[in-house]
């Protein structure tokens, strides 16, 4: 999937559009005023300069707590207060970025679509990279419970209650839909259940009262699969969860954050004297820098499943 990048013409149009307004300006003087009043034009989701509001997903239970050296190290970077949104669901966040009442969000690819579609003027800072010298991106897992012993693809998923994780996750459903339809699968209505966190749908499925398959992203898949509760069926590489911003920031605010975020590293956040937790350091070493074209992958899937998936045909 990743080859399937295409940074390249996004790069060179913004380039060509750079290019087009130099070559408008009127004179040096007029430039540097006008790129003067250009930087101090924006807004703010909080109504205040000083303050910038972020949210993350509740993907997995205490994400907030989780996040939180990204929030200090985004208050080191811009000098301003940073706010945590408090989200109950991914809707939540959805609704928060077209509202303008969240200024930078850590979300998922499919999120990053949703958002889109509901009117958020949003650019992709980065994407999430796992671990050194990987490119962004995270697999989203096919699972049983070892008890299943006929299940070996995503054929045998048939005709039994399929654990996946919420239906606007992109690694817990978006992506599962596509594969089990690539397959010849369609799970019914009352075979789909939802554990709404990734963590907590692993553990679904390895206690096997509810479903003995289902879907759950490697970090939280990984674990159980090496202590033997459950076994692994197959996984697909997903486009990496990207961290945006609003496009209505002020442009010198969207510089600092675009400098410091877009190929970063653990050590990034250290040296700027944040102190990493568990979370990060086990599934977190950076961002890599992205464009928007990096999600037509999840685009294109979208109109592949938008039969069965209501939440890509918002």
Request: proline share 4%.
């Given at each position: ?178 594969g089990l339809l690539e ?19 692993a553990k ?111």
């Open positions: 999937m990743q080859s399937t990048l295409k940074r390249g013409l996004a790069v060179a149009a913004g380039l060509t559009l750079a290019f087009g307004l130099a070559a408008c300006a009127s004179s040096p003087a007029s430039s540097d005023t006008e790129g003067d009043a250009s930087a101090a034009e924006g807004t703010f989701a909080s109504g205040n300069s000083d303050t910038l509001v972020f949210a993350v997903l509740p993907d997995h239970e205490g994400a907030d707590q989780d996040a939180q050296p990204i929030a200090d190290w985004i208050a080191e970077i811009t000098g301003k207060k940073v706010e945590l949104f408090q989200a109950t669901d991914y809707t939540a966040v959805v609704q928060g970025l077209a509202a303008d009442q969240i200024d930078i969000a850590q979300i998922s690819a499919f999120t990053y679509f949703q958002s889109q579609n509901a009117g958020a003027d949003i650019i992709p800072i980065g994407a999430q990279i796992t671990q050194e010298g990987a490119e962004p991106g995270y697999f989203s897992v096919a699972v049983k419970n070892p008890a299943a012993t006929d299940v070996t693809s995503l054929e045998d998923f048939a005709d039994q209650p399929v654990c996946f994780v919420n239906p606007t996750s992109t690694s817990g459903f978006a992506v599962p839909m596509g397959a010849g699968v369609t799970v019914s209505d009352e075979n789909r259940l939802f554990g709404e966190e990734h963590d907590l749908n679904k499925v390895a206690e096997g009262t509810d479903c003995q398959v289902g879907f759950a992203q490697d970090i939280d898949a990984d674990p159980l699969i090496e202590s033997g509760e459950l076994e692994e069926v197959t996984r697909v590489l997903v486009p990496a969860a990207p961290i945006v911003m609003q496009a209505a920031l002020p442009q010198d605010v969207q510089d600092q954050l675009v400098e410091a975020l877009a190929d970063s590293t653990q050590s990034d956040l250290t040296d700027a004297g944040v102190e990493l937790n568990e979370f990060l350091t086990e599934g977190w070493f950076g961002f890599g820098a992205v464009d928007d074209a990096y999600y037509d992958l999840i685009r294109t899937l979208c109109t592949e499943i938008a039969d069965e998936v209501e939440a890509c045909q918002a």
